[in-house]
C-alpha cells in the first residue's frame, strides 16, 4: 500500500479503537460538551479537554477534519516547495495530534516529531492513537502551555492548527513569533469563518514581518486584497463521516465539508501559485467561471470557454483550492 495514502486508513482504524470501550451515551454528550465549549467564551483559561471522555470525543468528532483541513494546507505547501521534506515537526497546541498526522500523509519517511500541548489527556491519547504507526511511533507528546514564555526547539516546520482561536491576542503573537524563531516553515490553519480569517491573516503579517514569505495559499506576500468584513478566504476540505458523526448529527450524509483558512509561510525559496481558486469553479454550458487570487494581488473571475481547448478540460476538473492554471504535468523524456 502506498506509505501517504496508508496514513490516513492507519489514523481512521485507531480512532475507531479510541470509541470502542467508551459507551455511545456518554461519547455523544461530550461531543456536545465540547461544541458548547467551542462556541462559548475563548480564549479558555483551563483547557477544554479536561478527561478522557473529551478528548475520545475530540479526537473521534474533530480529528478527522482537523487532519483533512491541514492535510489539504501541507499539499498546497509541497507544491509550491517541490522535492523539500521536513526534516523534523514541532505540532503548537497539537492536541491528539492531527497535524503530526497529516505531516505523516504528505511526506514520506520518518522524522523527529515533537507535539506540544497544555491538556495532558489530549496528549495521552495522541501518544496512543500514534502507536498504530510505526512512522509517528517515537513521536514526543510534552506539556507546554503557550504564552509569552514560549520558545520552541529549532524544528524545519511547525504547524499551529485551529488553536489560534483559544488563545489571547497576546498569546496567539506569542505562538507565531516563537514558530517563526523556530523553524524554516510555518503552517497555521483556522475554521473557515471571518473570525479565522483574521487571524490568519494577523499570522500572516507577523511572519512576513519576521521575513518570511508566503507559500500558499496566496499567490504573493503582499496585503490581501479582500477588504476586511466583505469576505474572506478560506477553503474546504472533504470529511467522510464517522458512524459517531451520524449519531450525533443526525442524517445519513457519509460525508461533510470541512471550511478551513490557512497560511503557509516559509524562509525557503519556494513558487507559489501563479493564481489560487479561491471558491467552487462554477461549471456553465460550454464554459467554466474561476474566482482566482492573482499573483499581481488582484482578485479576478476568469472564464474558460471551450475555445480555450486543453485549459477548459484543465477547468472542468479544477477544483476549489487549486493552483491556477495547473501545473504542467512533467513531460516524458524524448526517444534516444
Ligand atoms: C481545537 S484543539 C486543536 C488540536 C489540534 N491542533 C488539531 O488540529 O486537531 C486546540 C488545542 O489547543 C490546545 N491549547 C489551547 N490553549 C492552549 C495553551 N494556552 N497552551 C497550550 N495548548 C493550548 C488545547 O488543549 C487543544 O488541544
Do not use: N
Amino acid at each position: 500500500m502506498d506509505e501517504l495514502l496508508g496514513a490516513s486508513g492507519v489514523l481512521r482504524g485507531a480512532l475507531a479503537g479510541v470509541l470502542e470501550g467508551l459507551p455511545a451515551r456518554q461519547a455523544s454528550g461530550a461531543v456536545e460538551r465540547l461544541i458548547a465549549s467551542y462556541r462559548g467564551d475563548t480564549p479558555t483559561h483551563a483547557p477544554i479537554l479536561r478527561d478522557r471522555a473529551d478528548v475520545a470525543a475530540y479526537a473521534a468528532y474533530r480529528m478527522p477534519a482537523t487532519f483533512e483541513a491541514v492535510r489539504g494546507a501541507l499539499a498546497a505547501f509541497a507544491e509550491a516547495v517541490p522535492g523539500w521534506a521536513p526534516g523534523s515537526h514541532v505540532d503548537v497546541g497539537g492536541g491528539t495530534g492531527a497535524a503530526t498526522w497529516a505531516v505523516r500523509a504528505t511526506w514520506e519517511g520518518a522524522r523527529p516529531v515533537t507535539v506540544l500541548d497544555w491538556a495532558e489527556p489530549a496528549l495521552d491519547l495522541g501518544r496512543e492513537i500514534a502507536g498504530a504507526d510505526p512512522l509517528l511511533r517515537e513521536a514526543r507528546w510534552q506539556r507546554a502551555r503557550i504564552g509569552a514564555a514560549l520558545t520552541l526547539d529549532p524544528a524545519d516546520l511547525v504547524t499551529v492548527s485551529y488553536v489560534l482561536g483559544e488563545l489571547t491576542e497576546a498569546d496567539r503573537a506569542a505562538v507565531v513569533d516563537a514558530a517563526a524563531a523556530a523553524a524554516q516553515a510555518v503552517v497555521v490553519v483556522e475554521p473557515g469563518t471571518p473570525d479565522g480569517y483574521a487571524r490568519v491573516i494577523a499570522a500572516r503579517d507577523r511572519l512576513i514581518a519576521a521575513g518570511f514569505r508566503v507559500a500558499a495559499p496566496c499567490p504573493h506576500s503582499a496585503a490581501c486584497p479582500i477588504v476586511p468584513g466583505t469576505d474572506w478566504c478560506h477553503f474546504s476540505a472533504r470529511v467522510s463521516r464517522s458512524s459517531l458523526h451520524r449519531q450525533v448529527k443526525g442524517g445519513s450524509l457519509a460525508y461533510e465539508d470541512e471550511k478551513f483558512s490557512y497560511v503557509a509561510a516559509t524562509r525557503l525559496p519556494a513558487a507559489p501559485a501563479p493564481a489560487r481558486i479561491v471558491r467552487r469553479p462554477q461549471i456553465r454550458k460550454g464554459q467554466v467561471l474561476l474566482d482566482l487570487c492573482e499573483a499581481d494581488e488582484q482578485l479576478r473571475r476568469r472564464t474558460v470557454t471551450k475555445r480555450h481547448g486543453d485549459l477548459y478540460k484543465a477547468a472542468r476538473d479544477a477544483d476549489w483550492g487549486d493552483d491556477w492554471p495547473p501545473p504542467a504535468p512533467p513531460t516524458a523524456p524524448a526517444e534516444p
